[in-house]
């Protein structure tokens, strides 16, 4: 007698022996930019970072969100955003500033990862969109994907009782999905800060076969709803990454811009997480600074074909609430007693 | 211009200041059961530990995973399993072994959550059913919840290769859902071992507004399909349930059956995780154990409410592949180069 009915009549194994998929990678941390560092100045330290990992036959090296400028979303800007603010957003790619970090990286042989705000061209009602985005550019410099931040965090109208404000509510629009796709020899997608906080980001790019997870990120220490959190930022950007790269047996690099930026400070504590789950290359400053491992993209079998072995073990007819429900219900009130 | 179309317009502020909602929890972490150990035995060592945590004024107790009997899932039986297993389940909660449990908890005024494997009445086919089910019964006695594990880990045949079974997809069948309870004088849900490993699980409890997940567990330190994960044991146990805590804002307590069990060596480690992801209290033995914490419900609101505000920052219109999936779909190949 068979108590569940499902694929499980096939008997499972140990885990087979394979070749490895071995890639070079770095987290490329960025220290402070200020908000009127010219991009050309941003660029050359980028390509400094870059040649520093292509030393040490890098082949993908991955920078942070908003790396191009300053972490804008801290200022309210009085009127229409796209009359105050354009000078942060990128409006093609690669555009005038940036054509030398694909050149550099195109004559270099290395693969990079990049986040910047995009401001895009007309839609064909003349409207103009703003993202806050990330870039997946191939060893011979071709763009091979692009990320546009689904969970945007912080608020949208001024709130002046914060010290600075968190307005990416107010500056972008969110993006609608997890995209993956091959690349480096795997399966690549990519999360930009607050989205590594959210489990369904993971989870989604897993169900899209990734087995390299790409985030970058711009995490303020101060947290101004709830100042508590302040002194556990490190270890809660660690945890959810941590538990997203296990829980999904995928590699995650999560890049910071840490470092004081324009008086506010932020997280550094850049990494690389094996399936595993464990942090196996670590930044140990604050400021601009290249943390590499070598990573084998069979190590996710290790996990993707044992445990957590979706077709096998997931249970989506009882995740229904996941995706119907936005916010929590719940029970009634106990009856007076 | 407002670059979002959502429930934004509302200003956020500082998170409002509240009384406390106090609770004394104890995890009861059990020592190996073995296979002809009498119910009254292990009912005798729950009461012991009962007793020491209402010594403390502990208000609710938490109990392992298939607390009533070895982890019988380790052994292939042959033949029809309700011939041969029907010793290890429960046909009756309370039943005429386990009354004392309930008689001793109401006596002291102390809840508790228990679990053990359920023999249901015939249907109305006639057809009993099996599960891995663990309850949560109120300080008066009285059973608030009943929850079924969702995820039932392990295989179904018998696999000589391994130097234990792990049948449970044999000997049980899996609930099909994440219920939530008012109890305590907060929110409660129950998971069950394997359940914790799944994001999934912390998040349908959640939306169903879970500030207190209650979880036991029965985890043997060696996996047969991957033994690189048996020196990882503690820390994915713990990384999960943190994860889980703070990235739904409730406490977690987790709970094993720990020690040497008929020869195999089980997970320790029981805990007790805040909100904030930490582990509040931890058992520093393998065997029976209390340890206990003093948990302020109302801590939840300062995740629930601020950065993991569900209705504001949820993204569900992005995560449809978590329901429509069950496996995994990768991109096409790359065409030969």
Redesign the interface.
């Given at each position: 007698?068979?108590?569940?009915d499902d694929a499980?009549?096939a008997?499972?194994?140990?885990?087979s022996e394979s070749g490895g998929r071995w890639l070079r990678v770095a987290a490329a941390q960025l220290g402070g930019v200020a908000r009127h560092e010219p991009r050309s100045s941003v660029v050359d330290r980028l390509i400094a970072m870059m040649r520093q990992a292509a030393s040490a036959d890098v082949e993908l090296i991955v920078f942070p969100e908003l790396a191009l400028t300053t972490f804008f979303p801290r200022w309210y800007v009085e009127g229409?955003?796209?009359l105050d603010l354009d000078w942060f957003y990128e409006s093609e790619m690669p555009g005038p500033d940036t054509q030398p970090l694909f050149d550099e990286a195109k004559a270099l042989g290395i693969g990079f990862c990049l986040g910047y705000a995009e401001l895009t061209p007309p839609d064909e009602d003349g409207r103009r969109h703003?993202y806050n985005t990330q870039i997946l550019v191939e060893r011979d410099g071709t763009i091979v994907g692009k990320y546009r931040k689904?969970?945007?965090?912080g608020?949208?109208?001024h709130?002046p009782?914060r010290e600075f404000q968190h307005l990416e509510?107010?500056?972008?629009?969110?993006?609608?999905?997890?995209p993956?796709?091959?690349a480096f020899g795997g399966?690549v997608g990519m999360a930009i800060c607050n989205d590594r906080?959210?489990?369904?980001t993971?989870?989604?790019l897993?169900?899209?076969?990734a087995e390299l997870i790409l985030i970058g990120y711009n995490t303020p220490i101060h947290?101004?709803?709830?100042p508590?959190?302040n002194a556990?930022q490190s270890?809660?950007s660690h945890?959810?990454m941590?538990?997203?790269a296990?829980?999904n047996g995928a590699f995650v690099v999560g890049v910071a811009k840490g470092g004081t930026e324009e008086g506010v400070e932020s997280l550094a504590d850049s990494c690389i997480i094996a399936p595993?789950?464990?942090i196996i290359a670590l930044t140990a400053h604050t400021g601009d600074e290249v943390a590499f491992a070598d990573i084998d993209l069979e190590l996710c079998r290790?996990?993707?074909e044992?445990?957590?072995?979706?077709?096998?073990?997931?249970?989506?007819?009882?995740?229904?609430?996941?995706?119907?429900?936005?916010?929590?219900?719940?029970?009634?009130?106990?009856p007076e007693t």
């Open positions: 007698m068979s108590l569940i499980d009549a008997a499972s194994g140990p885990l229409e955003p796209d703003r689904v969970h945007l965090p608020h949208r109208e709130e009782w509510r107010r500056y972008f629009e969110p993006g609608d999905d997890f993956t796709w091959r399966v906080r959210w489990p369904e993971y989870r989604a897993a169900l899209g076969g947290y101004a709803p709830d508590s959190q556990l270890f809660h945890l959810v941590q538990a997203g296990y829980q595993s789950g464990r290790n996990y993707k044992t445990l957590f072995q979706f077709d096998r073990y997931r249970r989506p007819e009882a995740y229904g609430v996941l995706t119907e429900r936005r916010g929590p219900v719940s029970p009634p009130p106990l």
